[in-house]
């Protein structure tokens, strides 16, 4: 097990769920990126994901990693959407497979294309199971996923038991960023009854409610993108969702 991993498992047994702040280089200007990363780490966020499923320009992201790199303690973990979300600089890759979409490409052959420079860069590659639910977002139409309905609880435990089986350590189920719906606590508590690894919850999360709800039907670690883009306050509003699930299992 590698130094990212021995820190998320330690971190979750200590002190609770994590939150993963989410930073699309894309989105947002380089010392934008800077400043929001050191923000979120004082409210207590316990890794910065860095990627995007519209993710295309590698060089402007391998400058926000260095950069992010410098600049907070925290784990700076690749996000990728495809191969170009792989450059150097970063503590770890959520080295995935979309498991449910409808093209090997997202399966295993941009793992394939991608694993040379997971390598090549000593990035720790966390394996992960990506599993998207719903439908009509960005990651669902890039990934060509077959979205599980946000009410069918037991096919999504189905893809995590049998991501358990083939040895992922990490499952993502992702309600795509900027989802109207977020996952609801009912899969997350069906999942949580089979699959052993570390849960990651994401899409659509931008209340505290919502985010404890989360927390405690099993959830390791909620990753908030959107709101921190797009919501007034959203910094206080980070800081009332990390409250909110501190201490809850
Ligand atoms: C997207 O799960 C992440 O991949 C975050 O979603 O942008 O909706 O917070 P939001």
Redesign the pocket.
Same mark, same amino acid.
């Given at each position: 097990m590698g130094k990212v991993e021995e820190y998320l498992l330690t971190t979750r047994k200590k002190k609770g769920a994590l939150l993963f702040v989410?930073i699309d280089s894309e989105v947002s200007k380089l010392q934008e990126s800077i400043k929001l990363a050191q923000d979120v780490e004082k409210i207590g966020a316990g890794a910065i994901l860095v990627g995007? &499923?519209s993710a295309i320009d590698q060089l402007e992201m391998a400058e926000v990693v260095k950069n992010l790199k410098k600049s907070v303690k925290i784990p700076i973990i690749l996000?990728p959407g495809n191969v170009t979300g792989v450059v150097p600089a970063a503590d770890a890759i959520l080295f995935s497979s979309l498991m449910n979409s409808e093209n090997p490409y997202y399966i295993t052959q941009a793992q394939a294309l991608g694993a040379p420079s997971v390598l090549k860069f000593g990035l720790e590659p966390l394996p992960t199971a990506y599993i998207i639910i719903g439908e009509g977002t960005t990651?669902w139409f890039v990934g060509a996923a077959k979205g599980i309905p946000f009410d069918k609880p037991n096919i999504a435990a189905a893809y995590c038991l049998a991501a358990q089986f083939l040895g992922m350590r990490f499952v993502?189920l !992702?309600?795509? &960023? @900027?989802?109207k719906e977020?996952i609801r606590p009912e899969m997350v508590a069906t999942v949580r009854k089979l699959f052993n690894g570390f849960l990651i919850i994401? @899409?659509?999360?931008?209340d505290a409610k919502t985010a404890a709800e989360l927390v405690k039907a099993g959830a390791d670690a909620l990753?908030? @993108?959107?709101?921190l !883009?797009k919501e007034k306050d959203s910094l206080t509003k980070l800081s009332e969702i990390a409250n909110s699930i501190k201490n809850l299992n």
């Amino acid at each position: 097990m590698g130094k990212v991993e021995e820190y998320l498992l330690t971190t979750r047994k200590k002190k609770g769920a994590l939150l993963f702040v989410l930073i699309d280089s894309e989105v947002s200007k380089l010392q934008e990126s800077i400043k929001l990363a050191q923000d979120v780490e004082k409210i207590g966020a316990g890794a910065i994901l860095v990627g995007g &499923s519209s993710a295309i320009d590698q060089l402007e992201m391998a400058e926000v990693v260095k950069n992010l790199k410098k600049s907070v303690k925290i784990p700076i973990i690749l996000f990728p959407g495809n191969v170009t979300g792989v450059v150097p600089a970063a503590d770890a890759i959520l080295f995935s497979s979309l498991m449910n979409s409808e093209n090997p490409y997202y399966i295993t052959q941009a793992q394939a294309l991608g694993a040379p420079s997971v390598l090549k860069f000593g990035l720790e590659p966390l394996p992960t199971a990506y599993i998207i639910i719903g439908e009509g977002t960005t990651a669902w139409f890039v990934g060509a996923a077959k979205g599980i309905p946000f009410d069918k609880p037991n096919i999504a435990a189905a893809y995590c038991l049998a991501a358990q089986f083939l040895g992922m350590r990490f499952v993502y189920l !992702e309600a795509g &960023s @900027g989802a109207k719906e977020s996952i609801r606590p009912e899969m997350v508590a069906t999942v949580r009854k089979l699959f052993n690894g570390f849960l990651i919850i994401g @899409g659509g999360i931008r209340d505290a409610k919502t985010a404890a709800e989360l927390v405690k039907a099993g959830a390791d670690a909620l990753v908030i @993108g959107t709101m921190l !883009e797009k919501e007034k306050d959203s910094l206080t509003k980070l800081s009332e969702i990390a409250n909110s699930i501190k201490n809850l299992n």
